[in-house]
């Protein structure tokens, strides 16, 4: 399936393209080929499936996505520098890359992708977490997408995977875990980045899952863990006393302690507190 592209090295698209990474725009490059690749094969045979990339900059990423033989591919980039060097990909790969100059908070990937949809990425820092909360809390499920290839400062990765009792775990786990089956795949050193970042990264593979693990509205629980975690080390029935006015009730019927710290809840035990605040 993977056959090396004939486009110039990313280093001399760089070079070409006077691309000096801006920290405002979150800018750090992979420009190793075969580790862009490897990252490409985290997310599966993509031979039969869309795949949306969110900020491709010069298109190391893009090119293991189509080397690993991703069908179509919409990337959106908003830095218009880097539309040359992405319209050279495209032009090696026609019909297979489609390119957006925009915000990707802003672009409806449903009006250029088709199903099956999978999301890859090296994620800017500064929207990350915001994407991945807007991927995660769709009202209805499963989302439009069927899994998630994404890399993150390995902080927020840890976040995402983290388990009930350790200082990682938050709203980030829980929202993440609920309807996804979720795992770090790669770790990366700063040395792989171009320029190199402060710290670590890791990429983080999350699968949807046809069913939340349990049931439950997926408003309340966002709402509901983010207020339990927003007080983290106050127990619980002081922490959501704004939430609702019975909340001892609900904990209790919910078979939670009032007593008990946001951190020490599994999964399952907030979506009984959102069945019960809900109903
Ligand atoms: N994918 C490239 C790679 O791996 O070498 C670049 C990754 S770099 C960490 C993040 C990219 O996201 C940059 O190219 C940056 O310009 C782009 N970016 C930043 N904010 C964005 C936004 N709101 N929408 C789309 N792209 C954005």
Known sequence: MSRIDDLPPLRAVIAEHQLSARKSLGQNFLLDLNLTAKIARQAGDLSACDV?????????LTR???SEGARKILAVEKDARCMPALEQIAAAYPGQLEIINGDALEVDPLAHLNPPIRIAANLPYNIGTELLVRW???NDWPPFWQSLTLMFQREVAERIVAQPGSKAYGRLA????????ARIVMS????????PPKVSSAVVLLTALTEPRFP?????LSKLVAAAFNQRRKMLRA??????????DHLIAAGLKPTDRAEQIP???????????KA
């Open 174 to 181: 829980i929202l993440a875990q609920w309807r996804c089956e």
């Open 239 to 248: 922490a959501l006393k704004g939430f609702a006015p019975d909340i001892e």
């Open 52 to 60: 949306l990339e969110i900020g491709p900059g010069p298109g190391g």
């Open 136 to 138: 995660l809390t769709p």
């Open 64 to 66: 293991g996505l189509l």
């Open 188 to 195: 990366l050193p700063p040395e792989a980045f171009t320029p």
């Open 267 to 277: 999964l399952e035990g907030f979506c009984a507190l959102a069945r019960s605040i």
């Open 216 to 220: 439950a509205d997926a408003e309340t």
